[in-house]
């Protein structure tokens, strides 16, 4: 069970708007920033977006975050066939043990 | 151009020992915090271990008293000793550069191994 919460799945179609959630505690998202790693079928995940909402160089401005409280999103516009991954919130984690906490993992399908 | 390239992984029997080493380039290690995270097949990341900058380690609770992670600054290439291995830590191993900012609070994982195999089995 992981310690940030994200839907198993999302889909969309090309060209679509969609968005993949991620919820967690005061400890985590709440008292630390959000980021988000996509994992391209059989290879290492690669850093999406950071801070919350800022993209590393490289990173097509379609991909966007955003954090609210102890919940942040991910959203990508102008779906693409290419975008089809495993996405993965994560964030720092203030607790007794805790160092970096991710989610369980959202499969984003393109229809 | 940073790299990182893990080795060590293979199969090994409930109970054994086995060590994963990190090389990296571009970067110097000692110089960076360091993570280990794992992933078991066909479910999500978890972290496992990181050594600071200035040495301190700390591990996943999963894993503690078990694993031992360390660094060899000569050879700018971080390790992880796994012991008493069990069939719960079959995974694959990724080494990753932390960007570790306490002035902004900003704190991500920049780069990633390409991962290893571990697969404890008998």
């Known amino acids: 069970q992981s310690v940030l919460t994200q839907p198993p799945s999302a889909s969309g179609t090309p060209g679509q708007r969609v968005t993949i959630s991620c919820s967690g505690s005061s400890s985590n998202i709440g008292s630390n920033t959000v980021n988000w790693y996509q994992q391209l079928p059989g290879t290492a995940p690669k850093l999406l977006i950071y801070s919350n909402n800022q993209r590393p160089s490289g990173v097509p401005d379609r991909f966007s975050g955003s954090k609210s409280g102890t919940s942040a999103s991910l959203a990508i516009s102008g779906l693409q066939s290419e975008d089809e991954a495993d996405y993965y919130c994560?964030?720092?984690?203030?607790?007794?043990?805790?160092?970096?906490?991710f989610g369980g993992g959202t499969k984003l399908t393109v229809l | 151009e940073v790299q990182l390239v893990e080795s060590g992984g293979g199969l090994i029997q409930p109970g054994g020992s086995l060590r994963l080493s990190c090389a990296a380039s571009g970067f110097t290690v000692s110089s960076n915090y360091m993570s280990w995270v794992r992933q078991a097949p066909g479910k999500g990341l978890e972290w496992v271990s990181v050594?600071?900058?200035?040495?301190?380690?700390y591990y996943a609770d999963s894993v503690k008293g078990r694993f031992t992670i360390s660094r060899d600054n000569s050879k700018n290439t971080l390790y992880l000793q796994m012991n008493s291995l069990r069939a719960e830590d079959t995974a694959v191993y990724y080494c990753?550069?932390?960007?570790?900012?306490?002035?902004?609070?900003?704190?991500?994982?920049?780069?990633w191994g390409q991962g290893t195999l571990v697969t404890v089995s008998s």
């Open positions: 994560a964030a720092w984690d203030d607790s007794l043990n805790g160092h970096v906490v």
């Open positions: 050594i600071y900058s200035g040495g301190s380690t």
């Open positions: 990753a550069r932390e960007f570790h900012d306490i002035l902004t609070g900003w704190y991500y994982f920049d780069y």
